[in-house]
């Protein structure tokens, strides 16, 4: 936590006890050990964001009025017929006793009609108070460090006086510029200020800086400084600033206006400067007494005009990344993402930064929502709630997002991104972190397609998640492709809706599951993927799935290429499966189908294996440089085999094994294999008929068929 005096972030305060026997908070920090920590403050530190900033301007600038006027307006807020009305239920509280006496001294003379003395030139404590409950900017603490107009006049000044400057991540500068002797004023002071900064060794860089210029009841009618813009006469006229309206578009005018308007009036050297030497700069008008005064007395009663303005420029810097929803019918700005998603209209359009966004709890949608961020790795979203971070379901709702990283984080089980009705379309999104649970059903994927949702995923991202990248399931249809498939627990992609899918142009690699998953009813199609590297195999069908396989490329995975086991019946036609360390292509259980014009090449086992009861059709595929078999029949496995080639295998070009009862091996070619071309185990069953076959250039016989007795036999 950041202690409220030198800004130093510390793990935890030191409790002491004071002369009073009474406890007291200590900063541990060895260059500050202030004493007189808010309890409060550091009880509730979580729950409100805290907002350091600096008042810097020469004295006669309005320094020590603008503070008072603010605490006057604080007074009104959540009070209906005053300004903040708009802020129903909002208030604000000193947080000890010392501050709230320092509150209290200022608004008494106010109340008096009179204005507040200057402020004397002494290095101060920072003034902390709490808001609480303002609309779409929730609670802060406001840390505020005031000192002497005269302590910026000269370096010495600020190293005495207004050194608390230099960890301060927003400084709030006040220019009146009805008292300025001339333009060079601000530019000389702002040489002052940045000497000072490089001297402590600090970093303006870092800093926001907000010019306000004061005394804007004077500036309405100046005749040395005429021609307002029209927006900061209009402000100084409706000065009310609403946190869930448009008043952030309004200061954003504003500010570019005033900007523009001091190049013209011969301010460019300090406006110019001010915007290399700083992080940010933002510019609003305001009027602190909103009347004259006459010797230190208002003529009329305190009527402050805009002095939030510079509140609302801090609020941006310190509340969490801009969330800006453009809706149907205005344009609003959220500091909390799961507050926009709840709260836009269907229809809004939600803009993200180049920004972490960090979901307080769980998030449902059910309305059309579109969500763009500035790049998968950019905009990260991150959640850490249980069970789920957002869920989509609206029947006739459509959810978009683009160029955005959805991330679960922390300890808690958690898919990351569930969407169960309506329709969804992902557009180089990245899903990462999810967190299996097994106990407690949790699978852990980074993003779930489930029920009757409509999807697409376009060049996407599934990492790191400790079950599936991606499933898909229940009565999904989904188009997924071009997407990438790494690092996941699970399958890359795991499919087994009873819906028409199609996954295409995908690359699933260094999975510790398979690298697609098909299983259940899944009639899906799966084309052109990249199946690589994964711990078990390239693309696996079980169950009674009946997906369509093209075109695919598996290599280098721990077990198979692909594998077929269960009742499945894929239809595998233009797959390369290279390199695995079992075999190209495995069938087992009951499986069948077709294979065609499959290349099975350099796999450790067999390039196609076929087991147990299964009976594929194999036709017109490649087996080449295999650790053992071209084609292998094992166990009471059928089918048949015609026009495969198979050559260059270390054991046979085709063997048949065990009990194994292939309807015909017919037509095929076997050539240059290290055993023989064709072997038929004794045992294998009388009808298998060798057909056609052309088998050459073997080291074995050319055909070797055991089932036949010798001369010796």
């Not at 004023?185 to 306000?212: C, F, G, H, R, W």
């Not at 360390?581 to 090449?601: E, F, K, L, M, V």
Request: net charge negative; charged share 20%.
């Amino acid at each position: 936590m950041r202690c409220p005096f030198c800004l130093n972030e510390v793990a935890a305060f030191r409790q002491e006890t004071d002369t009073h026997s009474r406890p007291i908070l200590i900063c541990p920090d060895a260059a500050c050990k202030a004493e007189g920590v808010p309890f409060q403050y550091a009880q509730e530190y979580e729950h409100y964001s805290p907002i350091p900033f600096s008042i810097v301007g020469l004295r006669g600038h309005g320094k020590t009025v603008f503070l008072t006027s603010l605490f006057h307006v604080f007074e009104q807020i959540g009070r209906p017929g005053h300004e903040g009305s708009l802020w129903p239920g909002a208030y604000y509280e000193p947080l000890d006793e010392e501050n709230m006496h320092e509150v209290r001294d200022r608004l008494k003379g106010l109340a008096e009609g009179r204005l507040p003395p200057a402020t004397t030139a002494v290095f101060p404590r920072s003034l902390v108070v709490r808001l609480s409950r303002i609309p779409r900017a929730g609670g802060s603490h406001l840390m505020m460090f005031d000192t002497g107009g005269e302590a910026f006049l000269t370096v010495n000044g600020i190293m005495a006086f207004g050194r608390y400057v230099r960890r301060s991540p927003a400084v709030i500068w006040l220019i009146s510029l009805e008292d300025l002797a001339s333009p060079d004023e601000p530019n000389d002071s702002l040489t002052v200020y940045l000497q000072a900064m490089a001297e402590m060794a600090a970093e303006s860089e870092k800093q926001e800086l907000i010019v306000v210029l004061t005394k804007g009841d004077l500036l309405l009618r100046s005749e040395r400084y005429p021609d307002l813009p029209e927006s900061a006469s209009d402000f100084l006229l409706q000065h009310e600033l609403d946190p869930s309206g448009d008043s952030w578009q309004v200061l954003e005018r504003i500010s570019i206006d005033l900007h523009d308007w001091l190049l013209r009036l011969g301010f460019h050297q300090f406006v110019n400067r001010a915007e290399d030497k700083f992080a940010n700069v933002r510019y609003c008008i305001l009027s602190a007494q909103g009347t004259s005064a006459v010797n230190g007395a208002l003529e009329v009663g305190l009527m402050p005009r805009g002095v939030l303005a510079p509140l609302f420029w801090l609020w941006r810097r310190h509340l969490g990344p801009a969330v800006w929803v453009d809706t149907p019918h205005s344009r609003d700005l959220y500091f909390a993402l799961d507050e926009a998603l709840r709260e836009a209209p269907a229809g809004s359009v939600i803009h993200l930064g180049p920004e972490v966004y960090r979901l307080q709890t769980q998030v449902q949608l059910r309305q059309s929502i579109r969500l763009f961020g500035k790049g998968n790795g950019k905009t990260i979203v991150r959640g850490s709630a249980e069970g789920y971070d957002i869920a989509f379901g609206g029947p006739e709702a459509r959810f978009e997002a683009a160029d955005i990283l959805f991330q679960h984080d922390g300890a808690s089980p958690a898919d990351v991104f569930r969407a169960v009705r309506g329709e969804v379309l992902f557009r180089r999104c990245g899903f990462a972190g999810g967190i299996a649970s097994p106990d407690r059903g949790g699978s852990g994927d980074g993003l779930i397609l489930a029920k009757e949702v409509i999807a697409k995923v376009s060049e996407c991202e599934f990492t790191r998640n400790q079950g599936n990248g991606l499933s898909l399931r229940d009565n999904a249809k989904a188009l997924v492709e071009a997407s990438q498939c790494r690092g996941n627990k699970g399958a890359g992609i795991h499919c087994t809706t009873a819906e028409k899918c199609m996954m295409v142009r995908n690359h699933c690699s260094g999975n510790d599951g398979h690298g697609i998953r098909l299983g259940g009813p899944a009639i899906a199609t799966i084309e052109a993927n990249i199946c690589q590297g994964n711990r078990r195999c390239g693309i696996s069908s079980t169950e009674n799935s009946e997906p369509a396989l093209r075109g695919n490329f598996c290599q280098d995975n721990g077990l198979n290429g692909i594998q077929v086991k269960n009742d499945a019946k894929p239809e595998l036609e233009s797959n390369q499966c290279l390199d695995n360390q079992a075999s190209g292509i495995a069938y087992a259980d009951h499986a069948a189908g077709t294979a065609r014009d499959n290349r099975c090449q350099g796999n450790a086992h067999f390039g196609i294996a076929l087991c147990d009861q299964a009976q594929p059709l194999l036709e017109e595929n490649i087996c080449s440089n295999n650790g053992q078999h071209g084609i292998v029949y094992l166990g009471d496995s059928g089918g048949s085999a015609s026009k495969n080639q198979c050559a260059h295998n270390s054991g046979c070009g085709i063997s048949l094994e065990n009990h194994a009862i292939p309807a015909e091996i017919q037509g095929n070619e076997c050539a240059a294999n290290k055993s023989h071309g064709i072997a038929v185990a004794s045992t294998v069953g009388k009808r298998v008929r060798l057909r056609s076959n052309n088998c050459h250039d073997n080291l074995g016989e050319q055909t070797r068929d055991f089932r036949k007795t010798t001369w010796f036999g």
